[in-house]
């Protein structure tokens, strides 16, 4: 039981920062070049991918 809210903790946890990092780097950081900014928003769509598949997975688990 402890061990299932703490799984969704951290599918939330790396989720939400996932969609922070994307909007720092879109919006906030306007002194980095296009391609780190461009990286740095691949590394943001890649934790949020992560956590989608966590909790696709979790919710497909009996």
């Known amino acids: 039981m402890w061990q299932r809210g703490l799984n969704w903790a951290a599918i939330l946890f790396v989720g939400i920062f996932g969609v922070m ?3 720092i780097v879109v919006y906030a950081d306007q002194t980095s070049a296009m391609w780190m900014r461009v990286v740095q928003a691949v590394f943001g ?5 992560w956590a989608g598949l966590k909790a696709a997975m979790m919710v497909g688990k009996p």
């Open 21 to 23: 990092w994307i909007g």
């Open 45 to 49: 769509l890649l934790l949020l991918g």
